[in-house]
C-alpha cells in the first residue's frame, strides 16, 4: 500500500479522505507558492536527457540529501533493486545485474565516505571530476530504483538493456559506461546550482545528526518516504523543468501525506517545503499556515494524524484501492469515510466548518463566497452531505467467457506502437 499510488486515483479512500478534509483544494496554496517562487534563470535538461529525466530527477534527490546526511549513502529503494535483479532474465543475466549492483553499491559507499559529504567544513559541491564521477554511479543506482518500484519499466532502462543484450561483458565499469554524458551533466549543474542558493544557507546552520535522508513512518500502515527533515523542516525536492506547475493538487496532497503520517511526532516537523533544483528556489510553509491554506481548518493536526490513522486502520492494505473484491467491502468502506466526515454544527459554514459571521439581514448559510463556490465543487463530487453518492472503487467486473457455440465475425488488427 502507497501513499503515492493512492493520490493517483480520485476513488481511492485516501483520495477521496484529503479531498475532503483539504476543502479549499490547492488552489490557494498554489498561488502562494507562486508568490515566493522568484527565479532569473531556469536548468532546462540537456538535448540527451530525454526520457531519462525521471533518472536525474532521482540522482539529484540523492545527492542533495547526501549533501545534509551521509548516514545512509545507498538508498533503500536501490539496494531493494540490487536484490532483486538476481532474479531479472536468465540465471547467469541476473546474477551479473546483482554483481554489478553490489559492486556499485560498496564503490558508492566508499566514495561518499571518501569526500565525506555531510561535512560542513565543505561546499556542497566537490571537484568537478569527482562530481561527475559520483553523478554515474547515482544514476546507476537510480535504474535499479526503477526494479524496486515497477520491473515493466526497469526493462526499458540502459542498464536492463545493456545486460539482456551482453550479460557475459556485463560489469559495474560497464554499468559506470552507460550514464549519458547529458545526463551527468544535467546532475552536476543541479548541483551546483544548489551551491549557490538557500539551500545551501539551510545546511550551513544545520548538523548531519538533526537531518534525516528519506524519512520514513515506521507506525504507519501505508509505505511513504519523504527526501528530507532538516530540523522541522519537511522538504520536497523537485527538478521540474516548469516549475510554476510543480505545486499540483497531487504534490499538495502528498506533503500533506508525509505529515500525517508522522502520528507519533518523530520528526517534530513544523514547517513543510518545496526545493525546485531547476531554479535553485526553496518555498516553504509553517505547518498551520500550510493546512489553513488548503481549507484544513476543521479539526486541529493531532485530531487530523489520528483520524488518518484511523482511516489506514480502518482499510487494511486497500486505502489505495482502485478496486475492491466486493460490494460488502465497498460499503464498509463508504461507511467509514461517512463516520470520519466533519459535520457542521448549527451556527456554523458547511464547508469549512468556522462560525457563521453575524448577518445584519438574512442568515448566513457559508462564512465568506470562497465556501459558497467550494460548496458547489464539493457536491459534484460526492464530498459534501447531501450531494452526490461518494463515487468509490467497485469490485472489478470478471470477464465472461465465449460459449461454446460462439461465431467470431470479425477481427481487429493491433497495430503495435
Not at 493517483?8 to 477521496?16: A, E, K, N, Q
Not at 482499510?315 to 489505495?320: E, K
Amino acid at each position: 500500500m502507497s501513499l503515492v499510488d493512492g493520490l493517483r486515483s480520485p476513488h481511492t479512500p485516501l483520495r477521496r479522505f484529503l479531498d475532503r478534509e483539504l476543502s479549499a483544494g490547492a488552489k490557494l496554496l498554489r498561488d502562494n507558492y507562486r508568490t515566493q517562487h522568484r527565479a532569473h534563470h531556469v536548468l532546462l535538461p540537456p538535448p540527451g536527457v530525454g526520457t531519462e529525466a525521471g533518472t536525474v530527477g532521482t540522482a539529484i534527490d540523492q545527492r542533495l540529501r547526501l549533501a545534509f546526511t551521509a548516514a545512509a549513502p545507498v538508498d533503500d529503494a536501490s539496494l531493494i533493486g540490487i536484490a532483486l535483479s538476481g532474479g531479472i532474465g536468465g540465471r547467469d543475466t541476473g546474477l551479473r545485474m546483482r554483481t554489478a549492483g553490489n559492486e556499485l553499491a560498496v564503490r558508492l559507499t566508499e566514495t561518499v565516505r571518501r569526500l565525506d559529504l555531510d561535512n560542513r567544513n565543505q561546499p556542497i559541491d566537490h571537484g568537478q571530476d569527482e562530481e561527475e564521477d559520483l553523478a554515474r554511479m547515482l544514476i546507476a543506482a537510480a535504474w535499479y530504483q526503477v526494479l524496486a518500484r515497477t520491473s515493466i519499466g526497469f526493462a526499458f532502462t540502459p542498464l536492463a538493456k545493456a545486460a539482456l543484450e551482453g550479460p557475459g561483458a556485463f560489469t559495474c565499469t560497464r554499468l559506470l559506461e552507460l550514464p549519458d554524458r547529458d545526463l551527468v551533466a544535467d546532475v552536476t549543474n543541479q548541483l551546483h546550482a544548489a551551491a549557490h542558493g538557500p539551500l545551501n544557507a539551510l545546511r550551513a546552520r544545520t548538523r548531519p545528526e538533526d537531518c534525516s535522508a528519506g524519512p520514513t513512518f515506521a507506525s504507519a500502515q501505508i509505505s511513504a518516504d519523504a527526501d528530507l527533515v532538516v530540523g522541522g523542516l519537511l522538504i520536497e525536492f523537485k527538478s521540474a523543468r516548469h516549475p510554476l506547475k510543480e505545486m499540483s493538487q497531487r504534490t499538495a496532497w502528498q506533503l500533506t501525506g508525509y505529515l500525517l503520517l508522522d502520528a507519533a511526532d518523530q520528526y517534530r516537523i513544523d514547517t513543510v517545503g518545496l526545493y525546485l533544483s531547476r531554479s535553485g528556489v526553496l518555498t516553504s510553509w509553517p505547518v498551520n499556515d500550510f493546512l489553513a491554506l488548503l481549507g484544513a481548518c476543521r479539526r486541529d493536526l493531532t485530531e487530523l494524524r489520528g483520524l488518518f490513522g484511523e482511516l489506514l486502520a480502518g482499510c487494511p492494505g486497500q486505502a489505495d484501492a482502485r478496486y475492491f473484491a466486493t460490494e460488502e467491502e465497498t460499503e464498509r468502506v463508504r461507511h467509514l469515510l461517512e463516520h470520519l466526515a466533519p459535520v457542521a454544527v448549527p451556527g456554523c459554514c458547511p464547508v469549512c466548518t468556522q462560525p457563521l459571521p453575524e448577518a445584519t439581514r438574512r442568515p448566513r448559510k457559508f462564512c465568506t463566497t470562497w465556501c459558497s463556490q467550494r460548496d458547489k465543487v464539493l457536491r459534484r463530487r460526492g464530498l459534501m452531505p447531501g450531494g452526490l453518492r461518494p463515487l468509490l472503487p467497485a469490485p472489478r467486473k470478471q470477464r465472461r467467457d465465449l460459449p461454446d457455440d460462439a461465431e467470431i465475425v470479425s477481427l481487429t488488427t493491433r497495430i503495435p506502437r
